[in-house]
């Protein structure tokens, strides 16, 4: 987004597309909404400064969703800025296109939604009806369209003024200095990467641990359903998707044939075995944890997760042959065949139940 004090040199020279079509306003306008909108930019050099007054301008008028029907006699804008004096989004971004308008500065009303509340447990933006938000934008000829939010509550769109003139500084120095500020960057950036791998690494375990207990507490059904997903994804990102209609031993068939192909190159036969294997017993448990709710011998919904605990090392595993093979193709040498058989061999063997 273009800064504050490139808005600020901006002139008039609009393209005639935008004067014919964004300056455009009815012509039953009330008066004194022409009057306000001069007298708000009277003072106002640029179109920026122009758009800044009016923003706000609107910003101080209170917030609500509790308003009364419009009159059906009255223009929305003027009942808004001169009565009702008080309103939601679609008021303080009407009201600013026709303010903008008026005072000679192109602009659009635009609605979409606000960023919505993050999700932990399915990590998504959760966007819903009450999200719908409306703003404005204003033409200027060196940015095109650039945001504002007239609406009072919500939280202003900063326009930063940094540019490169405000980065400028004195290189009057001794000259031990440099190498001396080198030094200590490098001090400081291996005390951040050490901080940071400490903190991925917390995070991780607690993770796993938090992860286990929940997966222990909750009913088999809901566990089977959760890591059913879970599995999906781990599909997804290795080429295997799963298709409309698909049940859980064609999509296991599916994902089969799909690590088949990645296991041909750099991945141990008996590797491969294992996987398929713990992937058979793991769908067959999922199967009857989904459609047999009453099953519980042997405590069915802990084997689950046990099995899915070795079966995801193992996926991550082939996530990564698939990553070598798409950056280096075949060349997967002898020292990965190794380390892979080490790695999968820690997951654990089957035991027996």
């Not at 029907?69 to 989004?89: A, E, I, M, S």
């Not at 303010?99 to 500065?105: E, P």
């Not at 060196?142 to 540019?163: C, I, M, Q």
């Amino acid at each position: 987004m273009a800064d504050e004090q490139s808005l600020r040199a901006e002139r008039y020279g609009y393209p005639n597309w935008v004067r014919q079509r964004f300056l455009d306003l009815p012509p039953d306008i009330p008066s004194r909404v022409k009057e306000l909108a001069l007298q708000l930019t009277a003072s106002a050099p640029t179109p920026y400064d122009r758009v800044r007054a009016i923003e706000q301008y609107l910003r101080a008028i209170p917030y609500t969703l509790d308003i009364p029907y419009p009159p059906q006699d009255q223009d929305l804008v003027d009942y808004f800025l001169f009565d009702l004096r008080k309103g939601y989004c679609d008021y303080y971004a009407s009201a600013m296109v026709v303010l903008s308008r008026a005072a000679g500065v192109p602009s659009r009303f635009v609605i979409g939604y606000a960023n919505g509340t993050y999700d932990l447990k399915s990590e998504r933006f959760l966007v819903t009806e009450a999200d719908a938000h409306a703003w404005v934008e204003v033409y200027f000829p060196g940015a095109g369209w650039v945001p504002f939010e007239p609406t009072a509550g919500r939280p202003p769109l900063s326009k930063s003024t940094v540019t490169e003139s405000n980065l400028e500084v004195s290189s009057i120095i001794p000259e031990e200095m440099p190498r001396l500020v080198e030094t200590s960057i490098k001090l400081r950036g291996w005390h951040l990467l050490v901080g940071v791998l400490f903190s991925i690494a917390l995070f991780g375990i607690t993770w796993v641990t938090v992860d286990e207990i929940r997966m222990r507490i909750h009913s088999e059904f809901k566990v089977a359903g959760e890591i059913y997903l879970r599995l999906r994804r781990f599909g997804a990102h290795l080429g295997a998707p799963l298709l409309p209609g698909d049940t859980p031993y064609e999509y296991q068939a599916s994902l089969i044939s799909r690590l088949e192909d990645l296991s041909q190159h750099g991945v141990p036969p008996e590797i491969s075995s294992k996987i398929y294997k713990d992937l058979s017993k793991f769908t067959n448990r999922i199967v009857e944890a989904s459609f047999k709710p009453a099953y519980s011998q042997g405590n069915p919904e802990k084997l689950i997760f046990t099995l899915w605990k070795r079966l995801r090392w193992r996926l991550s595993l082939m996530l990564l042959v698939k990553y070598y093979q798409s950056t280096f193709g075949r060349l997967l040498g002898a020292q990965f065949h190794r380390s892979s058989k080490i790695i999968v061999n820690s997951a654990g063997e089957d035991q027996p139940r």
